[in-house]
């Protein structure tokens, strides 16, 4: 029997059909029809995430096979495999794809396809906003590669330090295709970010409390605000860039009462907390995989959300720990040094939470649990060089070496990279409905630990011994050259385990076995539903009596009934108690969303060539907007 509580409405209703009935109603209703026209205007969550986070991939291979370029590049002293320029082009392609295409982008695509099933809803809101951040994303993207393959791919780093990105270092469109790409891909980042923010604390299932919600949901909210509050200066600084290059101003001239450090400042206020902003939706990745595998609820549920939310906030007064070097005084330096050892502590108590969950519990060395496993291991040694170039003294002497990269490769790979694999391997059965095989798995996590490792430990004892940064070859003597080839080749080994993933994935979808609703049997929403979920998510919305719900509630769910199930309709509760409020029609799909970002993208890329593209670009993106928004439907649906 199922326990529910019904919301009065004259229409037809979810309360009295029975489950086939309802199944068949709310599929057309909800259902994204066949067809290319219904490819391109559907709003449901579930397909614009599994987009996201195959674009994502996309990029991240791509990435991928430029560090590959270098490495061999830099696996012998004096090699001829790729010149200076096209190094300089790789270094930073590689660098800009894996930060704003890949690290922030895939986490947010996680959160585009999970949140509105792990608080019981059935869309995302704002879903034709959602529709429009992935084109946006797509075409930043294609106009990123695109550009490389046209030989203006960027060549100043994936940071764009002045003045060697301004008009004067920097002649050609290579710049200004970086800065361009970096507004496409802030709009869309911004916003999801808005998105998740509004369905997390609007459109919770009655009876998820704050203190209820899940960890990965909570980890999902503070990113989101990061993102809300760190992107717009990095969208003003590369806005700036633009009118130096372009129009003439002087924002980073000193010559002309500019400021070259003035970049910096803007740039790394963002790009710290950046870190972060890839950083927390992983560890949320974490706190939502050890329950499961231990066997166990999570330790310290309060501590790890404080945690999240004393990360969140400490990682914006970090960002001059980038700028040591710069001649900073002394006292700034002071302050922010023991900042940038002040976040360990929030760190270190999410570490010991899980490590006490483990402890506690019965683990499962199931494949999710060893990449989490793994991350424990690298983080931690990545979080150790962090609170070492931390310190003034040290950072002085390995700022711009080997030692750099190894520490944010460590910290970015081994915080971020290792638990998304892990949530891949957790979630591929909810998205798919088939499970990846776990011999290929465990294959999978022993490639890519003992190769990345291979790769990157070396690196700092080559900047130790003096190699820098950004060079694309170096001399014999200076003796680098068998520590090179060793990195070389982890970095191959490494590169074969995404291989295997991959291979893993397309043989899974194809052979895999059957997932079925709740294959790991977890504790929370988004395995209350098939797999993989139908358009609609949910037949009749949960109730949430517990932290665990599907641990709590063994046999059925509690629902709440009285949504009709002719109309798209949300149910729409209170911030604190998620109480039910109203109810809210979810917008139908539309071209329109495609069409803006088309307009978008084409004044963007027009607009690095003549500044009146931005005028002219306005009329159709105008059109554009105030035909998405241009009122539709009953009066009820514009209330």
């Given at each position: 029997?199922?326990?529910s509580?019904s919301?009065?409405?004259?229409?037809?209703?979810?309360?009295?059909?029975?489950?086939?009935?309802?199944?068949?109603?709310?599929?057309?209703?909800?259902?994204?029809g066949h067809?290319?026209?219904?490819?391109?205007?559907?709003?449901d969550?579930?397909?614009?995430?599994?987009?996201?986070i195959?674009?994502?991939?996309?990029?991240?291979?791509l990435?991928?096979?430029?560090a590959?370029?270098?490495?061999?590049?830099?696996?012998?002293?004096?090699?001829g495999?790729v010149?200076?320029?096209?190094?300089?082009?790789?270094?930073?392609?590689h660098?800009t794809?894996m930060?704003?295409?890949?690290?922030?982008?895939?986490m947010?695509?996680?959160?585009?396809?999970?949140v509105?099933?792990?608080?019981?809803?059935?869309?995302?809101?704002?879903?034709?906003?959602?529709?429009?951040?992935y084109w946006?994303?797509?075409?930043?993207?294609?106009?990123?590669?695109?550009?490389?393959?046209?030989?203006?791919?960027?060549?100043?780093?994936w940071?764009?330090?002045?003045p060697?990105s301004?008009?004067?270092?920097?002649?050609?469109k290579?710049?200004?295709?970086?800065?361009?790409?970096?507004?496409?891909?802030?709009i869309?980042?911004?916003?999801?970010?808005?998105e998740?923010?509004?369905?997390?604390?609007?459109?919770r299932?009655p009876?998820?409390?704050?203190?209820?919600?899940?960890?990965?949901?909570?980890?999902?909210?503070v990113?989101?605000?990061?993102?809300?509050?760190a992107m717009?200066?990095?969208?003003v600084?590369s806005?700036?860039?633009?009118?130096?290059?372009?129009?003439?101003?002087?924002?980073f001239?000193?010559?002309?009462?500019?400021?070259?450090?003035?970049?910096?400042?803007?740039?790394?206020f963002f790009?710290?907390?950046?870190?972060?902003?890839?950083f927390?939706?992983?560890?949320?990745?974490?706190?939502a995989i050890?329950?499961?595998?231990a066997?166990?609820?999570v330790?310290?549920?309060?501590?790890?959300?404080?945690?999240?939310?004393?990360?969140g906030?400490?990682?914006?007064?970090?960002?001059?720990h980038?700028?040591?070097?710069?001649?900073?005084?002394?006292l700034?330096?002071?302050?922010?040094?023991a900042?940038?050892?002040?976040?360990?502590?929030?760190?270190?108590i999410?570490?010991?939470?899980?490590?006490?969950?483990?402890?506690?519990?019965?683990?499962?060395f199931?494949?999710?649990?060893?990449?989490v496993?793994?991350?424990?291991?690298?983080?931690?040694?990545?979080?150790?060089?962090?609170?070492?170039?931390?310190?003034?003294?040290?950072?002085?002497?390995?700022?711009?070496?080997?030692?750099?990269?190894a520490?944010?490769h460590?910290v970015?790979?081994?915080?971020?990279?290792?638990?998304?694999?892990?949530?891949?391997?957790?979630?591929?059965?909810?998205i798919?409905?088939?499970?990846?095989?776990?011999?290929?798995?465990?294959?999978?996590?022993?490639?890519?630990?003992?190769?990345?490792n291979?790769a990157f430990?070396p690196?700092?004892?080559?900047?130790l011994?003096g190699?820098?940064?950004?060079?694309?070859?170096?001399?014999?003597?200076?003796g680098?050259?068998?520590?090179?080839?060793?990195?070389?080749a982890?970095?191959?080994?490494?590169?074969?385990?995404f291989?295997?993933?991959?291979?893993?994935?397309?043989?899974s979808?194809?052979?895999?076995?059957?997932?079925g609703?709740?294959?790991?049997?977890?504790?929370?929403?988004?395995w209350?539903?098939?797999?993989p979920?139908?358009?609609?998510n949910?037949?009749?919305?949960p109730?949430?009596?517990?932290?665990?719900?599907?641990?709590?509630?063994?046999?059925?769910?509690?629902?709440?009934?009285?949504?009709?199930?002719?109309?798209r309709?949300?149910?729409?509760?209170?911030?604190?108690?998620a109480?039910p409020?109203?109810?809210?029609?979810s917008?139908?799909?539309?071209?329109?969303?495609?069409l803006a970002?088309?307009?978008l993208?084409?004044?963007?890329?027009?607009?690095?060539?003549?500044?009146w593209?931005?005028?002219?670009?306005?009329?159709?993106?105008?059109?554009?907007?105030?035909?998405?928004f241009?009122?539709?439907?009953?009066?009820?649906?514009?209330?």
């Amino acid at each position: 029997m199922t326990s529910s509580t019904s919301l009065i409405h004259p229409d037809l209703r979810d309360t009295h059909l029975d489950d086939r009935t309802l199944d068949l109603t709310l599929s057309k209703t909800w259902g994204t029809g066949h067809g290319l026209m219904a490819r391109l205007t559907t709003v449901d969550h579930k397909i614009i995430g599994r987009r996201f986070i195959l674009t994502a991939f996309f990029f991240l291979a791509l990435g991928g096979l430029a560090a590959v370029a270098m490495r061999i590049q830099l696996a012998r002293p004096e090699n001829g495999f790729v010149g200076p320029d096209l190094y300089n082009q790789l270094f930073t392609m590689h660098g800009t794809t894996m930060m704003f295409l890949f690290a922030v982008p895939v986490m947010e695509a996680f959160a585009i396809y999970l949140v509105p099933l792990m608080v019981g809803t059935r869309n995302i809101a704002f879903p034709r906003l959602n529709a429009f951040s992935y084109w946006v994303y797509l075409f930043g993207g294609l106009f990123l590669w695109v550009s490389f393959f046209l030989n203006i791919g960027p060549d100043a780093g994936w940071f764009a330090y002045v003045p060697l990105s301004g008009p004067e270092y920097g002649p050609g469109k290579r710049v200004d295709v970086w800065a361009q790409m970096v507004t496409f891909t802030e709009i869309s980042a911004l916003a999801v970010a808005v998105e998740i923010v509004v369905t997390i604390l609007k459109q919770r299932a009655p009876g998820m409390t704050l203190d209820r919600i899940p960890l990965f949901v909570w980890a999902m909210l503070v990113t989101s605000f990061l993102i809300l509050f760190a992107m717009p200066a990095v969208m003003v600084a590369s806005t700036a860039l633009i009118l130096d290059r372009l129009v003439g101003t002087h924002f980073f001239n000193p010559a002309e009462g500019g400021d070259a450090l003035l970049w910096q400042h803007l740039f790394w206020f963002f790009g710290h907390p950046e870190v972060y902003i890839i950083f927390l939706p992983a560890t949320g990745m974490v706190s939502a995989i050890i329950p499961v595998f231990a066997r166990r609820p999570v330790f310290g549920y309060l501590a790890l959300v404080l945690s999240l939310i004393a990360t969140g906030f400490l990682s914006f007064g970090l960002w001059v720990h980038h700028m040591f070097a710069t001649g900073i005084p002394k006292l700034g330096a002071s302050f922010f040094t023991a900042s940038s050892m002040l976040i360990a502590i929030p760190n270190g108590i999410q570490i010991f939470c899980w490590i006490a969950t483990l402890w506690s519990g019965r683990p499962v060395f199931r494949t999710p649990l060893l990449f989490v496993l793994g991350f424990f291991f690298i983080f931690v040694a990545g979080g150790l060089t962090g609170v070492m170039v931390a310190s003034v003294p040290l950072d002085l002497q390995v700022h711009d070496t080997y030692f750099v990269v190894a520490h944010f490769h460590y910290v970015l790979i081994g915080g971020a990279v290792f638990p998304l694999i892990g949530a891949v391997y957790y979630w591929f059965p909810k998205i798919t409905g088939r499970m990846l095989n776990e011999r290929m798995g465990q294959w999978n996590f022993w490639l890519a630990f003992i190769g990345f490792n291979a790769a990157f430990f070396p690196m700092h004892i080559l900047g130790l011994a003096g190699m820098p940064r950004r060079i694309y070859t170096y001399p014999v003597e200076v003796g680098w050259g068998g520590m090179n080839l060793f990195v070389t080749a982890g970095a191959l080994v490494f590169f074969g385990s995404f291989v295997l993933l991959l291979v893993n994935g397309l043989r899974s979808l194809a052979h895999g076995e059957p997932a079925g609703p709740n294959p790991w049997s977890a504790d929370t929403l988004e395995w209350a539903t098939a797999s993989p979920p139908p358009p609609y998510n949910f037949a009749r919305i949960p109730v949430v009596t517990h932290r665990e719900p599907l641990w709590k509630e063994r046999e059925v769910l509690p629902v709440v009934t009285g949504l009709r199930v002719d109309a798209r309709e949300l149910l729409v509760g209170t911030v604190a108690a998620a109480t039910p409020e109203m109810r809210e029609s979810s917008p139908e799909p539309s071209i329109w969303p495609l069409l803006a970002a088309l307009a978008l993208g084409a004044t963007f890329v027009a607009s690095i060539f003549t500044p009146w593209a931005v005028v002219w670009g306005a009329i159709p993106i105008a059109i554009a907007l105030t035909a998405w928004f241009w009122p539709k439907g009953s009066p009820e649906d514009e209330q």
